[in-house]
Structures are given as structure tokens and as C-alpha cells.
């Protein structure tokens, strides 16, 4: 009955906001609230059914009241430090706290509280007499004290190599923090090594975490050097002030991009452009000269975040967030905003790769392409997609590998939410929502429940379909196109092309496909610098050595795999030629003149979410591996991949 009523509060509300808002505005509500409504099943859940039957009344009682006070403590005192971070608020004015924004807080505590309270009573329990000495007996090292001995190290050695300021003439202390950083990763990877834990994850957490930050901190410390990057700076600037943005000109520049003239960045100019950005804000802090933004906008392009889209600045706002409460002056502040993205990206990763039953050598491999290292160190929310993408995959290789047990809820919902949250910011993707019918029969309790289960995937693609479709329909700045694709773009006539040329439309595809696809353009996702250059260009050899890197890892990283039939591999190929077809198609309507033979603005890098699944049905070596040569098969690509990154830090990062 209480799921009944808060489903249609929940529908009534959804109603309500579609009449008074846009249907971005929309969209975002009703995702909103549908996950407020899942969210608020599962916790009753949790409280009458779980720990009461465990605990009983009175003790469930005193939990749920533990949670609550903790909740509006740390609602509270999030709340606190936002203003203390807000140049020209204060938490001792009452006009300066924000209603909706400490019922967010505190709604995000509570959640969060209440399922980390259950999952440490339930292994409190499960962790039993017998079993005790073994939960305390893991000689393994734990993942966060190995990320917080590598921060440590990495800002030691950033210190020490004497990066800051950045300066363009500063080539040789760039080179020394990186010898410092290879240092770190050898010393960390030997260590893991004589004790036993030198599994995959670690490896990539470690290798990861230390090219990352080293990008963090020697690229220059200001926007237009990944792609789009100062759009997504804007965005995740007002994302991170939650409702009231106080921002300076420097941060106006940062998403102006004045030192790029012709598409070209003045690099010659940045070392007076860093200065003068520094000193320029530090200037409006100290005289209250900032501008103000009331409501959910970007404090630039003054756009609605309203929308889903922009689920993959999350952890950029938290970085920018935490940079103006700790008072760092305003490079320090970009820089840990791309440090936030990079956290995340590895986090994720860390458990995609954990949780996968095999293949990880080759999804390691992929995390730690210098291209998806380069954009987590960036602001962009691709590395959002990437990573929640794979950690979903990961998770449906885990369940699809237990053939002999029945799919759980909490198991469908490993695989879903990461999915839905890679699906966000991009729901072009939408066709790999098709993974999830490649579940048998045998996992599921009857056929009754398979049909379920298959309806609710159906419905959920549609939802996701949804969210892309119906601004075509809905908003004119939809219907019109991408301006940055110039004045001939057209979405709504170029829809009406399509649907008037279906046979022309289907060769400019394929044509274009082919071409995108082909292994001669593979570093343009693999080894791409973007906007500080490609390694194959200053080298030309390296063009198509991390495909054949790729595909070798994936013929012979086969070790646990799950061995699927031909329909399910012939049925994989076509959700990633679906997704590509896509993509592309997008990015012709959008992007693209009316009537073009050829898609603009499609770039390589859009492949990158879906690489893993094609590569993880390639057949493996299986034969005769012992050991020692398996042990060699695992860590030769990771070493390799490493290398290709240090290369790439070398000749484009330091050597300019």
C-alpha cells in the first residue's frame, strides 16, 4: 500500500512539473523522483523487513533514529561549508542558507547513512566466529590505503618538482615530476608484488591514479585543452554551487577561452594569462567585486542544469566545491576540479575491474589507454560515461558467469544503476540496454518471472529513448542543431532528409562508419592528446600499434571467461554496431549540414564506451598456459600501456 501511494504522489508530481516546466526541467524531475521513489521502497524495506526481523522493533527503532539525527548533522554542516566556501556568503547569516539545498543534503545523508548502516551489520553478521580470523586474516593492502599513500607521494613529488606556478619554460621540472611519478608507480607495484596483491585493480588504481594526477597538475592549469572543456568548466561551476553561483571575471575567461584565437591556444601567452587569472580573482574575493547567479543555471552561458546530461559533472562540482573551502587561489581550484573527475574515474574503475570474473587484463588495458587517462584529468563527463558504462558491463560478465544461481534484485540493480547513470549523459548508448536480454532461462526462478523481467527492460529502454527524443519534438533549441556545426545545420530538415533519402543517408553512413571504425584511425581514441597533440603525429610509427595492443591483450586474456553461443556473440556485435550507427546518426542530424555526404563532429573518442564489448568476445588462448607464462600474458599489456602513457606525457605534455 505505501508503494502504491508514494507511486502516485510520485506520477502526480511528474504531472505537475511537465505543465510548469521545459521538457529538460521535465525529464530531469522525473528521473528525480523516480529515483527518490525506489530509493524510499528500498530503505522501508530495509527498516521493516531486514533489520527488523535481525534486530527487532526496539533496536531498528534506535538505528533509524541514529540515522536520522546523523542525516541532518552532516545535512547541516554541508550546508555550513558551502557557504564558508562562497566568497560572499556566511553561515552565521540566516538569509544565506538555502532550504532546498540542505533538504538535498540531507535526503543525500540519509540514503547514504542508512545503506552503509546495513551493509556494515550485515557483514558484521555474516563476518562469524568461524569465519572472523579469515575476514581479519587478508594479507592484500586495501585499495584506499594505497590511493592514500600514492596522493600523498604525488603532491609530495608536485612539491617537491617545483611545477607551481606553471610555466610554459618549466619543461625540466615537468620531466623531473614525471621521473618521480614512474618512481612511485615502480616502488608501489613492487611492493603489491612481494605481498601478494598485485591483482589487476590494484595495478590500474595505482597506474592510473599517478598519470592522472601527474596530467592534473603539469597541463596548464586553465580551460580549451581537452574538448569542450570550457563548456563543461561552466557547467560544473554552477553545478557546484548548488543554487546561488558567486563567480569572478576569471571565471567568465575560463569559459570564454580568450587565449584561444582561430581555434588555435596561444600557448605563449598563458604563463601571463595563469598570472593575471590568479591575481584577478584573488582581487574580486578581496573586494566582493564578484558577479551572482540566483537559481540552477551555468553562471556563464546562464543555462538551465536541469537535465540529466549534466549528472557527469558530479564529481568535477565536488572538486570545485572543496577547492573554494579550502581557499585555494583560483588555478589550484581548476586543478582540483579535474582531480575530483579523475577520483571518480578511478574509483568506478577500480571496482569494474574488481568485480569482472575475467577479462580484466584487457578492461584494465582500456581504462588505462593514455586518450581515457587524459580526458578523466580533464573537465569532461565522458570519463563519467566510460567508467559507469564499464562497471555495469562488468557486473552483467559477473552474473552472467554464475550460471547456476538465479539473478537477485540487488544483482539487476548492480547491473542497472551504473547503467542508467552511464546513460545520462549520453542515452545515445541506449542499445547496450539490449545486453541484459542475453540472461538465459536457467536465471530466473520460472518463465513468469523472465517475461517480467524482460518487460521491465523494454520499459526501461523506452525511458531512456525517451529523454533524446522528445526534445526533438519539444524544444526548438533541439530542433535547431548544434550552432558549433555552422549556420547550415538544421536537425529538423535534416530528419525530413533522412526520412526523403533513406538510401542515400544509409551510404553516407556506412561510408562514414568504415572509415570511423578502421584501425588505421585508432589512435585518435587510444593515444590522442587532442588539443595538445597525438603521439602518431609526432611519431608515425605509433599510429596503429595500440590497436594491435588491444586486440593481442584480447585474444589472450581468456583465462575464467564465460564462453557465450553464437547467437549471444552475433547478438553483442549488433548492439555495438546499433550504438556506432547512433551515434553518428546524432551527430548528423545535429552537427552536420543538411544533406552532407559525411558526418561532422563525430570523433573517435565516442567509441571508447563500447570498445571492451566487441574486444571481450574475441576467442582466447586457452590451450597450455601455465603460471608463470599466464602471469607474463597479464601484466606484458598493462606494462605496455604504461609505456605508451609516459611516451605521451613526454612528447606532449613536457616536450612543448
Known amino acids: 500500500m505505501t508503494a502504491i501511494l508514494l507511486g502516485a504522489l510520485t506520477a502526480v508530481v511528474i504531472v505537475i512539473c511537465a505543465a510548469s516546466h521545459d521538457i529538460y526541467a521535465t525529464i530531469f524531475y522525473a528521473l528525480v523522483l523516480i529515483l527518490l521513489y525506489s530509493a524510499s521502497i528500498r530503505t522501508y524495506w530495509l527498516y521493516s523487513h531486514q533489520l527488523f526481523q535481525t534486530y527487532g522493533s526496539s533496536k531498528t527503532r534506535n538505528i533509524f533514529v541514529s540515522v536520522l539525527a546523523i ?19 556566511s553561515p552565521l547569516q540566516l538569509s544565506s542558507w538555502n532550504l532546498q539545498r540542505l533538504a538535498a543534503f540531507f535526503l543525500l545523508c540519509f540514503f547514504v547513512s542508512t545503506y552503509a548502516c546495513a551493509h556494515f551489520l550485515s557483514h558484521k553478521n555474516n563476518c562469524t566466529q568461524a569465519s572472523i580470523s579469515k575476514c581479519n586474516a587478508s594479507s592484500n593492502l586495501n585499495a584506499l590505503s594505497i590511493t592514500a599513500f600514492l596522493i600523498v607521494a604525488v603532491g609530495a613529488a608536485a612539491l617537491l618538482s617545483g611545477i607551481f606556478p606553471w610555466r610554459l619554460s618549466g619543461s625540466v621540472n615537468r620531466a623531473f615530476f614525471l621521473a618521480i611519478c614512474i618512481l612511485v608507480v615502480v ?32 597541463l596548464p592549469p586553465v580551460t580549451a585543452i581537452s574538448p569542450d572543456d570550457q563548456i563543461h568548466f561552466d557547467r560544473s561551476l554552477g553545478l557546484s554551487y548548488l543554487g546561488r553561483s558567486e563567480y569572478s571575471d576569471s571565471e567568465i575567461q575560463l569559459a570564454n577561452v580568450p587565449w584561444v584565437i582561430d581555434s588555435v591556444v596561444q600557448f605563449n601567452d598563458l604563463d601571463k594569462v595563469i598570472d593575471e587569472l590568479d591575481s584577478s580573482h584573488s582581487k574580486a574575493i578581496e573586494t566582493g567585486s564578484l558577479h551572482t547567479l540566483d537559481g540552477f543555471f551555468s553562471p556563464v552561458a546562464v543555462s538551465s542544469l536541469l537535465n540529466i546530461t549534466y549528472i557527469g559533472y558530479i564529481p568535477s562540482a565536488i572538486g570545485l566545491w572543496l577547492g573554494r573551502l579550502l581557499g585555494l587561489p583560483l588555478t589550484g581550484i581548476v586543478i582540483l576540479g579535474r582531480w575530483a573527475n579523475l577520483l571518480s574515474y578511478c574509483g568506478v574503475f577500480y571496482f569494474a575491474i574488481k568485480n569482472i570474473p575475467s577479462k580484466k587484463t584487457l ?14 584529468s580533464n573537465y569532461s563527463y565522458d570519463p563519467w560515461v566510460i567508467s559507469m558504462l564499464a562497471l555495469s558491463f562488468s557486473n552483467l560478465c559477473r552474473e552472467l558467469s554464475k550460471s547456476d544461481k538465479t539473478i537477485t534484485l540487488d544483482g539487476i540493480v548492480t547491473i542497472c544503476f551504473p547503467m542508467l547513470l552511464g546513460l545520462c549523459p549520453k542515452a545515445v548508448y541506449f542499445p547496450v540496454i539490449g545486453l541484459l536480454f542475453l540472461f538465459p532461462t536457467s536465471k530466473f526462478l520460472s518463465p513468469s518471472h523472465r517475461r517480467v523481467f524482460f518487460a521491465g527492460v523494454v520499459i526501461f529502454g523506452v525511458l531512456v529513448v525517451s529523454t533524446f527524443i522528445l526534445p526533438l519534438f519539444f524544444s526548438s533549441a533541439a530542433i535547431a ?13 535534416q530528419i525530413a532528409f533522412i526520412i526523403s533519402h533513406p538510401i542515400d543517408f544509409i551510404k553516407t553512413l556506412v561510408a562514414f562508419l568504415v572509415d570511423y571504425i578502421s584501425p588505421i584511425n585508432s589512435d585518435q581514441y587510444s593515444i590522442s592528446y587532442f588539443y595538445m597533440g597525438t603521439l602518431s603525429t609526432e611519431v608515425r610509427c605509433f599510429a596503429t600499434i595500440p590497436f594491435v595492443l588491444i586486440i593481442v591483450t584480447a585474444l589472450c586474456d581468456g583465462q575464467g571467461a564465460t564462453r557465450l553461443n553464437a547467437g549471444a556473440i552475433a547478438w553483442i556485435l549488433f548492439i555495438v554496431a546499433c550504438t556506432l550507427g547512433l551515434v553518428a546518426t546524432s551527430l548528423y542530424v545535429s552537427f552536420t549540414p543538411v544533406g552532407l555526404n559525411w558526418v561532422n563532429g563525430c570523433q573517435a573518442r565516442y567509441i571508447l564506451p563500447i570498445l571492451f564489448l566487441p574486444l571481450a568476445i574475441i576467442g582466447t588462448c586457452k590451450s597450455t598456459i601455465g603460471e608463470t607464462e599466464s602471469a607474463t600474458i597479464q601484466y606484458a599489456p598493462i606494462i605496455a600501456v604504461g609505456v605508451l602513457t609516459v611516451i605521451c606525457n613526454l612528447l606532449l605534455v613536457i616536450a612543448p
Do not use: H, W
Not at 603489491?192 to 592534473?216: D, M, N, W
Open 71 to 89: 542525516s541532518i548533522l552532516f545535512g547541516v554542516v554541508l550546508e555550513g561549508l558551502t557557504l564558508i566556501g562562497s566568497p560572499l556568503s
Open 187 to 218: 616502488i608501489t607495484l613492487v611492493v603489491l608484488r612481494q605481498k601478494g596483491s598485485s591483482r589487476p585493480e590494484l595495478i590500474f588504481l595505482t597506474a592510473a591514479l599517478v598519470s592522472g594526477t601527474f596530467l592534473c597538475f603539469a
Open 481 to 493: 542543431g548544434d550552432a558549433r556545426g555552422g549556420t547550415d545545420v538544421n536537425s529538423g530538415e
Open 363 to 376: 578492461m584494465t588495458v582500456i581504462a588505462l589507454l593514455p586518450t581515457s587517462l587524459y580526458l578523466a
